[in-house]
Each structure stands twice: as C-alpha cells, then as structure tokens.
C-alpha cells in the first residue's frame, strides 16, 4: 500500500488529508513511524527521530498509531487477494506477495489481476495502492518501487538480467545498509558489478546470500511465494462518516454490505455454513452475532434469510453504529483448479 498508516489514518479522518502527517510520538523521544507523502516532500522518513522531524517541518501533523485499526484494514486488503489466489506470503501489514499462475478468476494476465486489485482496493476501501508485476519475489518487489504512488509496473523474463544490471545495489531487495557499504567499498554499486565476481567468491565474501547476490545480478530467483494460511473466512464490512442511528438506514446499509460479501462469495466459490454479523459502535464497542446452519449457504436467497435471522435477533440501535460488517465461514475442505497457461 501507499503510505498504508497515513493513508487509512487520512481515511477515517479526512481533514489530514493533503497535509503533512505522520503517525509516531511527538515525544521529545519518539520516532516516526511512518509519514505520509505530503511530510516525505520535506525530507521526513520513518525512524526519524519526531524532534528532528519537527524541526524540519514545524506544520508537522502527529498522529498516534492504532495498529488494531491497521490490521483491520489489512484484513479487508486480504479479502481481495483472495478472491484471486489464496498463495499469498504477507511481508507486512501493507505488503505482500501473490502468486497467481494459479488465480480462481482464471484471468492470463498477471498485470490485469494487479490492477484488478488495485481498482477494488480503491474502490472499497478507499486508499491507494502500487503494485510490482513479474516472473519472481525479487523482481516484482523492485517493481513496486518504480511507480509509487498509486502505479504499476512490470519487469517479464526477457527483462530482468537487464533491468537488475543499471539497478543500484542499495536497491536491492534484502540488501540492508552494512551490506551495501561493504559491496561498494568492494567496488559493487549496480547489480552489473556483481557479475564480475564467481560464486564461491561472493560465498566467501557475504556468506550464505553470496548465491543469491550470483543468481539475481543474472535475473534469476526461483524462490516460491510461501502461504500457509487456510482460508477461513470472507466478509465485507464498511465504516460509516455518521454514525447509523435509525432502522432504515441500518437496513439500507446492511443489504448493500450483503450484496458486497454475496459477490466475494461468488468470486472465490467457497460457501460456508455460518454466518456472523459484527457492529462496532461510537464508543467503539464491538457486537458479534452468529448463526450457524446445517447446510452451506449457497444461494442469495440463502443469504438473505439468514442474514434477516441475525438482523431480527435483537434491537440492535441502542447506540449510534459507525461500522457493520458481515461474515462468512465455517467452509468444507479446499479443491485445487487446474493449471493455467500464464502472461504478463
């Protein structure tokens, strides 16, 4: 994601929006967590001590961080990707590899998928997102970086034994600071002065990531995006600018919401047997209700009356609700599609 910290705290409060803002302790002691773009044009990244930052921009915006909140956004982000594959290696809360030769839309372009995503990610959830495109982890990294914000990029096959020669060694994903200042005191600054040196060499001289250093200044890297999460659940939830204070509304919204989870669904083609509705209220107070079948929810129509069970179980507009989400699970085991002839 773009910023992911300062995007979604510019999300819920839009007032920050365009302004120099980061999230961190505006302590004499704290540190930047992160800083939104607006405060990068000034110079200020995350790890910057925040009395330095506020030295340098005095219009400075401190936002404490809520990380409960970014793993709730992240989650939702999730929710995408798996409506196109469930191989998903999370680096970060706002960033991770997919691997979709494999996708369930059965899209052949991987660069359509990519901006996909990007599309729904905007459109539901309300931030940007950049997006690197290609044959490996290490390359498709690398292009992430090339067009941020709010772009894409693809690096094919034929392209990166080229494109990582010109590429600065300080660049290079999992090279850290210690490492590039060795390789350029040894003379190595692009990934073209790698190939000078054979592998036992770069062994002896960076130990176990002297292989990888050979194979990746010759545009190999084979390694496999690495998931081991079984997916459990699909939902669709929304955060409302005014808190929802009548029944009509509350009906209003909740259809829309169940619309949106009915075509994750049908997207994904998992259907479960239990379904849970979740409010969190202005006090920020969080309400689960369940209902769980003996026979998957298969149909809308299915999804409609349980959802009319949950909505009727109690009032639930006791107080003012800012969010409603809705979720299912409770799915049968996984099937596995069949290969797909793969593009860029």
Request: aromatic residues 10%; glycine residues 6%.
């Amino acid at each position: 994601m773009d910023a992911f910290y300062v995007s979604v705290e510019q999300l819920d409060n839009p007032e920050l929006k365009g302004k120099p803002v980061v999230v961190g302790g505006n302590s004499r002691r704290g540190v930047i967590a992160a800083a939104g773009y607006e405060a990068r044009k000034f110079g200020i990244r995350s790890a910057m001590p925040s009395a330095k930052a506020y030295r340098i921009c005095p219009a400075l915006i401190f936002v404490n961080p809520r990380f409960d909140r970014y793993k709730e956004v992240s989650s939702q982000i999730h929710e995408i990707f798996h409506r196109y594959t469930d191989e998903i290696e999370p680096l970060a809360l706002d960033e991770a590899f997919l691997d979709v030769t494999y996708n369930k839309q059965e899209i052949k372009s991987a660069t359509i998928i990519a901006n996909q995503i990007r599309e729904a990610i905007r459109e539901e959830i309300g931030i940007t997102c950049s997006a690197g495109i290609s044959y490996s982890k290490f390359f498709a990294k690398i292009a992430t970086e090339v067009k941020k914000p709010d772009g894409y990029f693809t690096i094919t096959p034929e392209e990166g034994s080229e494109f990582v020669k010109e590429l600065a060694i300080e660049k290079f994903f999992g090279v850290g600071q210690v490492t590039a200042d060795k390789m350029k005191k040894l003379g190595i600054h692009f990934g073209k002065d790698l190939l000078s040196y054979s592998k036992p060499e770069l062994s002896k001289l960076f130990g176990k990531s002297g292989p990888f250093y050979y194979d990746i200044s010759r545009g190999i890297d084979n390694r496999p995006v690495k998931s081991n999460r079984i997916r459990k659940s699909i939902g669709a939830e929304r955060t409302f600018s005014s808190n929802i204070i009548d029944k009509n509304t509350f009906d209003e919204n909740l259809r829309e919401i169940t619309e949106m989870l009915w075509k994750r669904t049908l997207s994904v083609q998992k259907f479960g047997k239990t379904l849970t509705l979740k409010l969190k209220y202005e006090d920020f107070q969080t309400k689960t209700r369940s209902i769980t079948k003996s026979f998957e929810i298969r149909t809308r129509r299915q999804l409609d009356k349980v959802v009319e069970e949950i909505k009727n179980q109690e009032d639930y507009l006791n107080n003012g609700i800012r969010l409603v989400g809705l979720q299912m699970s409770g799915f049968p085991e996984e099937k596995v599609n069949g290969q797909l002839t793969f593009e860029f």
